[in-house]
């Protein structure tokens, strides 16, 4: 419901509501009681207060909703400041940059805040007047200021400086004015300043027209019943607050409560207290909160985990709360009158495409979108949209296409039902070898880590790159809540930060803990990664990064495990040397803990074998020997004994011993080996992980003949390590007929196989497999290890098919990237012997025919191989549906990202592990 108004300014807005019975609460820092102010007792505030300040040509800050009408009805353009923040470098900065911007506007403010914030002014014209002797008000001080300080800067509509003479007076100080004209503020109803979070404040001209049109859009596109109470903890300094719910809620006569964030910091449950409803102030437990009036709860500024909307709504409707949408994602800008966009139908539809991030849903009347074909940024038109930034004409240009499109500078795309989802910012995104990153997706992964010492929404990812380098460096920076000089809380979070990203991308990270205070936040409460990014690299964080390295010396002399003997020391500096490990690994430390990949075990490979002289160390010897001091121990008996494999073949693998969940189970690809599962071991430190690896990999081993023997092994391997289910099975690409073997064999003697997955494979395998030879299999394998690309290994096959086994081998690694075979120790027979291992694998499957059914099955899919489908929707409907007819009950599909050989990779296994995990916890596990 949307008041009905004469006129298009503000003004009109105020008279009309002041003729109304509705007001606002109004809560003060501590724990008085709040204040209640009228809309009649605000306009009668401020037009006497309007007097005053068409007198000064100025605007006083009182309390920021009071003096925001006065300078509205006094005809002048306010514009409060964003946050100031505490260090005097960065608060003189953001002072200069306003009076610059704002072209030496006069600053009132109280005195007390004159005196600690205003202490070393020298630029502005700043008076402070005690408002009780003006005014003559019967009020206390201000009830609302949500940032401790706004600075106000008034401009009537034809502002000038009166001066006899091109001089004057400022602060004792004599200025010349030769500057250009001001521009015009004809039209103008305020001055919103953004928050600065990507560079310096700009000043967004917003005219009265334009709120009005984004109130109204906002009132169409999600209603509020006639007096409905409206909560807000945002500073008035930012748009959300004072347009979206200031002035929206005036425009649909709503009762206001605002309330400082602090407050609901402090105590979260107080924000449920107030939301049952205003007079619940004694509520003190869950029980007694009662959410039947709350519509909506608008969340915006930052990607909204959708894991988290779930549970969030599931606890809002056991509350009260009367629909399963209450949840409103929101985009919005401060040039946008604040949210444009918002989603009305969050988690439902963004559970049903399983998103990771909540989709951010559609217009508003009054706005349009679009996304720019050439760099994928979202674009905005319509009469909700700025035209100008103030003092500002190259920002302007800039902010804008031919076409008059108002460009956001977000990456986004637009789904077929006009839904809006974000991807980052354009000028954010991280260069790690070529992939790109974007830092909010970094961010998400550490605060899912849940890292102990490491506050909450206090962390920040950039990237930057030196002169002439080719990837970014990942910088980290986050609050702590450890005390400074607690080294083994540190080194922890430390720990946990490396092993999150390692794995996540693949890159170890440069981490630098703050105290609370030295990361400033923006009215939203916002971090800026462009701020920081400045501070670190301009040596203002050098107090703090000395101390870091002290404590983490302080640490590695109090509890590293050092090593015993010579050999001990001597593989400690092998990994010192590979640069693989974190940096207090002692040698008790479980290296796969710290973010090992598979191509750094074969770096471990191949250095231990150099620097003990021994001719072949198995990777199955490194898996089960995962602490520096077990495998010297393991090395030792292999020099011992002259032989680095005793023929005792054991198909299991350990990834992760530990754990209460139930153990999940994982059948190795086509090429036998199950290194590709590494990159899902830390994600899973509460359930155990095996991986089988097929027969014939080490020497003396002579490979699988046919299916029944390979299922048979695994089968008998696992009911060793496991004697009683439920089992959870997963295969990836080929593995995954043998996990529906296995778990046919697994129900067939009675045992509930709970979790069968699926990485991406169809039922009907063998004409695929005939499809490949042993030259197709030796370049999969090449292409998985990188020493050649895809498109040269799709060039080569035709050329090396016709050449014996062996010259292929030659051909191949003659041309293959030298300096990687030798750091993964492939060598021509080990090539050979893999190659050879793989194509006994690839015969198996060529007479393949799957029958029979399980209970279930959970099939994750992503784009096919080329020659497979031509997409993943077709790839599912034409190969991955037939897996219904081997189902008794319930088959599911997850979509994750990549291609076949890529969706476990690093780039994408953060999502896909958090898929995984959604799967098994659908299915009870």
Not at 529 to 554: F, H, N, P, W
Not at 664 to 673: F, K, S, T, V, Y
Request: aromatic share 8%; with cysteine.
């Amino acid at each position: 419901m949307s008041l009905s108004i004469d006129g298009t300014r503000l003004e009109c807005l105020l008279e009309k509501c002041a003729e109304g019975n509705v007001g606002m609460i109004l809560y003060k820092e501590g724990n008085e009681r709040p204040e209640y102010l009228s809309y009649r007792e605000l306009r009668n505030l401020a037009a006497a207060r309007a007097n005053y300040l068409r007198c000064h040509h100025n605007m006083s800050h009182r309390q920021n909703i009071e003096w925001f009408w006065t300078a509205i009805l006094a005809n002048c353009v306010p514009a409060m400041s964003t946050p100031i923040v505490k260090n005097s470098e960065g608060r003189m900065s953001h002072l200069a940059h306003l009076h610059q911007l704002l072209l030496d506007p006069l600053v009132v403010t109280t005195q007390d805040l004159a005196d600690s914030d205003f202490a070393d002014n020298k630029l502005f014209q700043l008076v402070s007047i005690p408002e009780m002797e003006v005014f003559h008000f019967k009020e206390k001080r201000p009830t609302f200021a949500a940032t401790g300080l706004q600075i106000s800067s008034g401009m009537t509509q034809n502002r000038k400086h009166h001066r006899d003479d091109e001089n004057v007076q400022v602060n004792n100080t004599t200025k010349k004015f030769n500057e250009p004209p001001a521009p015009p503020t004809e039209g103008i109803a305020a001055l919103m300043l953004t928050s600065g979070s990507t560079g310096s404040a700009k000043a967004v001209c917003l005219t009265h027209e334009q709120i009005l049109t984004a109130c109204k859009g906002k009132l169409l596109h999600m209603p509020l019943p006639k007096e409905a109470t409206i909560l807000n903890w945002i500073g008035l300094d930012h748009v959300g607050s004072l347009i979206e719910l200031h002035i929206t809620g005036m425009l649909a006569e709503c009762t206001q409560v605002h309330v400082f964030a602090a407050r609901m910091v402090a105590d979260p449950l107080d924000f449920l207290r107030l939301l049952s409803f205003h007079h619940a102030a004694a509520v003190v437990d869950t029980a007694d909160i009662d959410l039947h009036s709350l519509l909506y709860l608008v969340s915006g500024g930052q990607p909204n985990d959708v894991n988290t909307c779930v549970e969030i709504s599931k606890h809002l409707r056991k509350l009260g709360a009367p629909n399963s949408n209450t949840v409103t994602p929101g985009f919005g800008m401060t040039e946008t009158c604040a949210g444009v966009v918002y989603s009305r139908t969050c988690p439902e539809s963004d559970v049903r495409v399983e998103a990771e991030f909540a989709g951010l849903g559609t217009c508003v009347p009054g706005i349009e979108m679009r996304i720019n074909a050439d760099d994928g940024v979202l674009e905005l038109h319509g009469p909700i949209v700025f035209q100008q930034y103030f003092n500002n004409t190259k920002a302007t240009q800039e902010a804008f296409t031919h076409d008059g499109w108002f460009r956001t500078g977000d990456t986004a795309t637009i789904e077929i039902d006009g839904t809006l989802r974000l991807v980052g910012r354009s000028k954010e995104h991280i260069n790690i070898n070529g992939v790109k990153y974007l830092p909010h997706e970094l961010e998400v992964a550490l605060e899912h880590a849940n890292i102990p010492g490491v506050a909450r929404s206090s962390i920040l990812c950039f990237g930057h790159s030196a002169q002439d380098a080719s990837t970014d460096e990942v910088y980290i920076v986050y609050i702590h809540e450890y005390d400074e000089r607690d080294c083994h809380a540190r080194m922890e979070a430390l720990r946990m930060i490396l092993r999150t990203i390692l794995l996540f991308a693949g890159v170890r990270p440069r981490i630098l803990p703050l105290p609370p205070g030295r990361l400033n936040r923006t009215t939203l409460g916002k971090l800026s990664r462009t701020k920081a990014r400045a501070s670190l690299l301009s040596g203002e964080y050098q107090d703090l990064i000395d101390i870091d390295s002290e404590m983490i010396q302080v640490y590695q002399e109090q509890y590293t495990i050092k090593p015993r003997n010579e050999t001990e020391q001597q593989l400690m500096q092998v990994f010192r040397d590979l640069d693989v490990g974190s940096l207090d690994m002692g040698v008790d430390t479980p290296f796969l803990d710290t973010g090992v990949s598979s191509v750094d075990l074969i770096r471990i490979k191949r250095g231990a074998e150099q620097a003990f002289g021994i001719n072949s160390i198995q990777i199955i010897t490194i898996m089960n020997n995962t602490t520096i001091r077990t495998l010297a121990a393991a090395i030792e008996d292999m020099q011992a004994a002259q032989n680095g494999f005793d023929g005792t073949y054991n198909p299991i693998i350990t990834l992760q011993p530990s754990g209460t969940k139930t153990p999940l189970w994982l059948i190795h690809p086509e090429i036998g080996e199950m290194l590709v599962f590494l990159g899902l071991v830390q994600y899973f430190p509460d359930r155990p992980l095996y991986a089988m690896r097929a027969r014939g990999l080490n020497p003396g081993e002579v490979p699988f003949c046919d299916l029944k023997e390979i299922t048979s092994c695994y089968h008998s391997a696992i009911k060793e390590r496991q004697p009683l289910g439920p089992y959870a099975i997963a295969g990836y690409s080929y593995g995954s007929m043998l996990a529906f073997e296995i778990a046919k064999i697994l129900e067939s003697e009675g045992d509930r196989v709970q979790f069968l997955g699926s990485f991406n494979l169809p039922p009907h395998i063998k004409a695929r497999m005939r499809r490949l030879d042993w030259t197709s299999g030796m370049l999969h394998i090449a292409h998985f290890c990188g020493i050649i690309t895809e498109p040269r290994s799709e060039e080569l096959v035709h050329q090396l098919r016709p050449l014996p086994h062996e010259d292929q081998v030659v051909r191949l690694l003659a041309e293959s990237d030298q300096e990687r075979c030798f750091e993964l120790a492939l060598t021509h027979a080990g090539l050979q012997n893999w190659t050879d291992v793989s194509w006994s694998l690839q015969k198996i499957g060529w007479y393949y025919e799957p029958s029979g059914k399980v209970s279930n099955m959970d099939i994750f899919y992503c784009q096919s191989l080329r020659d497979v489908a031509s997409s993943r929707e077709a790839y599912r409907a034409e190969h991955l549906n037939k897996w219904v007819n081997f189902i008794r009950d319930d088959l599911k599909f997850w979509e994750v990202d990549g291609q076949h050989y890529t969706m476990i990779g690093p780039q994408h296994v953060s999502k896909f592990q958090q898929i995984l995990k959604n799967a098994l916890t659908a299915r009870g596990l």
